[in-house]
Each structure stands twice: as structure tokens, then as C-alpha cells.
């Protein structure tokens, strides 16, 4: 929920679900819908007006600025659809910049920056400033980085939005590619019907509420639940990083789960919060 001249603004209402260990979800719904709100809360990127979001166990909404951007360094990966890389920095310069921040030694920080750059088809590419990369060679730059720390959760918001048709499928290809090697949970707020269509479970917001959450290849079977909030109430998730135990709500609105790596034991329910 937002404060916009003098008037609350809600934009997510009624949110509540678990995402579980290494599933791959797309986040769809029109222009305006909350998608990007909602990723943001999910990643700790902003704080739900109530309600909870759970990181492997941990209330992130609990976390002061500080502890919540420390937690997400260790992990969470993110993809922007504007690829946010520093333009004074090379790609391989880009890629090492979470890697040195974890202070795991320069040698073996050049040699998985490298490796990751090479695995998205830029090993010629590794001294160019992003403005001597075509769009499509700075998304997989973007990529690389956000693989960096072999995150247990990644969010990718629009990746291949900004991308013409031939180097967005590259990405996307690219997206998918990794995320089974590396067993991450994916979870993603897109457009495309397509790459939509490659996740295994999608969920549908409009006007601010899941009106449909299925699964992909298996049908169309309900894979979550949301109880009712109170209305004003703000969205919340839980996060559970890979191998490091499940992530649940506790079923008090304004809680909505997404796990990694251990299966989480029960959904939650939501609330409404942020902007789209």
C-alpha cells in the first residue's frame, strides 16, 4: 500500500501461496496488475504495509535495510529487465562485483566470473563495457552475474522485455539452461505467453489478486490457495533457500511462501502492498 497525495493506494490484496524447492513460476496479469510489486516484496526488495515475507525461515519484513540487502547478497539472484549493469565496468568486471563482495579470493572470483561468461557466450566478449554490447549481450551478462553467487532463489522481472524477438528467445533459453543446471528456483514476471508457457506453474494477478494459479506442462491443476485479508492489508512471501530447510506461513494473513531446495509443509495466506 502507497501514500499518494493524501490517498492510499493498495496494490496487492488477498495474496497468499508457497512456491516450492526449485520450481519454476511465471508471474503473469495486464499492465497495473501488482506483478512487479509483488516480485519486489518476494525479494526483499521493498516491505509489504503488513503481512509477512519468509526467507528460510526468516521474516524479512522483520530485517532492517541493512540485514535485508546482507540477506539477499547470500541469497537471491535478480534480473532486471533494464539489465542494471555498471556502465565504468566490463562484463567480467560486472560479473565479479557480487563475487567480491563475498571476499572469496580474487583467483578462484576471476575463474567462476569466466567460466559463468563463457557459459552464456560471451568468452570473447570479457573486457567490453556495456556499451559495446548489443541489448541481448548485456541481458546474459545480467544473467551471468546473477548466477554469481549460485543463489538458492532467483527473480527475474521482465528479462527479456526489453529484448527484439530473436535475442529475447536467446535469454530465455539461456534463463531456463541455467536455472535446471544450477537447481534454482525461478521465479519470473513476464509478458511473453511463451516463455510463460516453459514454467511449471504460473500465476495470474489482476487488479491486485491472484485470479488463477496453475500448473504449466502437468495441466491446469490449482497449485496454491489464498485466505482473505482484510482489505488495505499488504502482501507478503517466504523465500527457503536451497538445502537450507523449508519455508512456510503460518496461515496469518498477509503470509505467502516460496521455497527452495526442502519442500516447504503448508501454504499461507496474503495481503496487498507496493506498487506495479
Not at 515475507?53 to 519484513?61: N, P, Y
Not at 525461478?186 to 510463460?196: E, Y
Not at 504460473?202 to 485479508?229: F, N, Q
Not at 523449508?246 to 521455497?259: E, F, I, K, Q, Y
Request: charged share 25%; no cysteine.
Amino acid at each position: 500500500m502507497y501514500e499518494s497525495a493524501g490517498r492510499r493506494l493498495v496494490v496487492l490484496r488477498d495474496i497468499g501461496f508457497t512456491i516450492e524447492p526449485d520450481e519454476f513460476v511465471a508471474i503473469v496479469g495486464p499492465s497495473g496488475s501488482g506483478k512487479t510489486t509483488l516480485l519486489g516484496l518476494l525479494a526483499g526488495l521493498d516491505r509489504p504495509s503488513s503481512g509477512r515475507v519468509l526467507l528460510d525461515g526468516r521474516d524479512l519484513s522483520a530485517m532492517s535495510e541493512d540485514e535485508r540487502a546482507a540477506f539477499r547478497a547470500a541469497n537471491v539472484g535478480f534480473v532486471f529487465q533494464t539489465f542494471q549493469l555498471i556502465p565504468t565496468l566490463t562484463a567480467l568486471e560486472n560479473v565479479l562485483v557480487p563475487l567480491e563482495l563475498k571476499g572469496n579470493g580474487r583467483r578462484a572470483d576471476m575463474d567462476r566470473a569466466r567460466a559463468l561468461l563463457e557459459r552464456v557466450g560471451l568468452g570473447e566478449r570479457l573486457d567490453h563495457y556495456p556499451a559495446q554490447l548489443s541489448g541481448g549481450e548485456q541481458q546474459r551478462v545480467a544473467l551471468a552475474r546473477a548466477f554469481a553467487n549460485e543463489p538458492a532463489v532467483l527473480f527475474a522481472d521482465e528479462p527479456t522485455g526489453n529484448l527484439d524477438a530473436e535475442n529475447g528467445a536467446a535469454v530465455a533459453d539461456l534463463l531456463v539452461e541455467l536455472n535446471r543446471e544450477r537447481r534454482t528456483t525461478l521465479v519470473l514476471v513476464t509478458h511473453d505467453p511463451k516463455l510463460a508457457a516453459r514454467a511449471g506453474r504460473v500465476i495470474r494477478l489482476e487488479g491486485g489478486r491472484i485470479v488463477s494459479d496453475t500448473g504449466g506442462a502437468g495441466g491446469a491443476a490449482p497449485r496454491a490457495t489464498a485466505e482473505a485479508a482484510p482489505a488495505g492489508r499488504s502482501a507478503g512471501g517466504a523465500v527457503a533457500p536451497a538445502n537450507r530447510g523449508a519455508a512456510r506461513g503460518d496461515g496469518t494473513p498477509g503470509d505467502a511462501s516460496v521455497a527452495s531446495g526442502t519442500r516447504p509443509s503448508d501454504a499461507a495466506s496474503g495481503p496487498e502492498g507496493g506498487a506495479a
